[in-house]
């Protein structure tokens, strides 16, 4: 008995698996098909790095791969300003603390070429910039809070000439902190390269990752979001549709943004340093910030003008909506506009060496022009209803004792063709002294060369005014007052009193 149901079990173990096998080829299921790369896009949104570091990850896998990092150079920095591009679009969420923003172009029509204003051709970058919010104490800024402002940037840096090289990285501002301390913190970001000091800030940049350059013609192909989420890294990823997307992670206690972060502004900008993005007339572009909170649920922003970056571009903003699916959508563009034809030049009354001409700042099809004036006539074309200005006031080459000053009101003003001459009138400083128990008058000033200014010694009660000396050409001395004295040179009075 024993021995037969031996037999029959091996009879199992060698049938079965044949009939096993005919049946899962059988039954084999279909390969999956690729995602469609707005698919995957949409999927690996989701998934994090596994640590931090730096990231590539290329179309369709959905592992992260790592990758060198880069140290991005100290020069390569994106400056704090409350003007924006003038102002941009700003997604403001109602109260729920932001977890993720990405930045997008819907559309972009007309688009040839862009230059910016410092770095040249196809040179620009693209920012996720948090509001300005308190200073925090963390082991990165030395534990001390008491400076004005922390501030988190996240960003793509365009830069074709390879002066800085094409790459993702995040800047954190600590704004204030060096008037407030004397100096940066000692700690810098992991990964980083310290902190370093700009005016009374201090700012310091992540690792970077590197990224194929790009051409301000593939806008409407990039996407960039930043990720700050509580309890894991902070994360700045950049994607090229169809092709790949990269990352850079780093911790997320670096400014405590994950605590904090209320607005996001987004749009294409000039490289860095303050530099503006200058697209051709006729350039029309429609952006999108979209915002989820830290769950990764839709955060449905209002719109509101503001600005943190000095970056700027010279598009012109159009209207913006709120989508109910979490998102804002603004225009800008920089459509041709109208001109007018402005005559132009400057004088000088007084003569005098050792000034420089001013300079006339204008719009040309919105982008902002100066021409350097002189006493010869010019015709510059200038937008149509736009402002221009005339600076510096008083020129340079002027000293604290003899200048070449223009009533300011005649130096701002809106296009026209009226001809115009901008006068610069020479003057010379007059510092009136009492020396003794007196008054003198008029105060300290300045008056045009050649202006005769009366001058009056007053002697306190139960005191005598004794007499005038005086420096400089058209100075008066004697014992007379009131007396005049012609302004032929910066000139000092002194009263006497007993």
Excluded at 135 to 147: A, I, R
Excluded at 454 to 465: K, M
Aim: charged residues 10%; neutral net charge; hydrophobic residues 30%.
């Amino acid at each position: 008995m024993r021995t037969r149901l031996i037999a029959c079990a091996l009879t199992l173990l060698l049938v079965y698996p044949l009939v096993a096998l005919r049946e899962t080829a059988a039954t084999a299921p279909t390969q999956v098909p690729t995602p469609s790369w707005p698919t995957w896009h949409s999927q690996i949104s989701q998934v994090r790095t596994p640590y931090a570091g730096c990231f590539t990850i290329a179309y369709p896998s959905t592992v992260w791969r790592a990758t060198a990092c880069r140290t991005v150079p100290p020069s390569l920095r994106l400056q704090p300003s409350t003007l924006g591009n003038g102002h941009d679009e700003v997604a403001k969420s109602p109260g729920t603390i932001i977890g993720s923003a990405t930045g997008s172009f819907q559309s972009i029509k007309g688009l040839v070429n862009e230059k910016d204003s410092m770095f040249g051709p196809n040179e620009f970058g693209l920012q996720i910039n948090s509001q300005f919010y308190r200073g925090v104490s963390t082991p990165y800024t030395n534990h001390k809070s008491g400076y004005s402002n922390s501030w988190e940037q996240f960003v793509f840096a365009n830069d074709p000439s390879g002066t800085y090289g094409t790459q993702i990285f995040i800047q954190y501002w600590l704004i204030g902190y060096k008037t407030a301390y004397g100096g940066c913190p000692a700690t810098s970001p992991p990964s980083g390269n310290g902190w370093y000091p700009y005016s009374g800030d201090c700012y310091a940049n992540s690792a970077s990752t590197s990224v194929p350059t790009q051409t301000a013609s593939n806008l409407a192909n990039l996407t960039l979001a930043g990720y700050a989420n509580s309890g894991s890294n902070d994360e700045d990823m950049f994607c090229i549709s169809g092709g790949s997307c990269y990352a850079v992670t780093l911790t997320d206690q670096v400014v405590d943004l994950y605590q904090y972060w209320l607005r996001s502004e987004f749009n294409v900008f000039g490289l860095g340093d303050g530099s503006e993005a200058n697209f051709n007339t006729g350039t029309s572009i429609t952006v999108t910030n979209a915002l989820k909170d830290q769950s990764g649920n839709a955060i449905v922003p209002s719109c509101i003008k503001a600005g943190y970056t000095g970056e700027t571009n010279n598009l012109n903003l159009g209207s913006c909506s709120s989508e109910g699916s979490g998102e804002i959508l603004f225009s800008e563009s920089n459509a041709a506009t109208s001109t007018v034809t402005m005559t132009v030049s400057y004088s000088v009354n007084g003569g005098g060496l050792g000034y420089s001409a001013p300079v006339f700042r204008y719009l040309l099809n919105g982008v902002s022009q100066s021409l350097t004036l002189e006493k010869n006539r010019k015709t510059v074309a200038v937008d149509a209803g736009s402002n221009w200005s005339v600076t510096p006031n008083p020129l340079t080459g002027s000293t604290s004792t003899e200048q070449w000053y223009a009533n300011q009101s005649t130096l701002t003003g809106t296009a026209s063709p009226t001809p115009m001459v901008f006068t610069f009138l020479r003057q010379y400083y007059l510092t009136m002294q009492a020396n003794g128990p007196g008054s003198v008058s008029p105060n300290n000033g300045w008056y045009n060369a050649g202006q005769t200014v009366t001058i009056t010694a007053t002697p306190n009660p139960g005191h005598t005014f004794k007499s005038w000396t005086g420096t400089g050409k058209g100075h008066y001395k004697g014992t007379s007052s009131p007396a005049t004295v012609t302004m032929n040179s910066a000139i000092m009075e002194t009263a006497t009193f007993t």
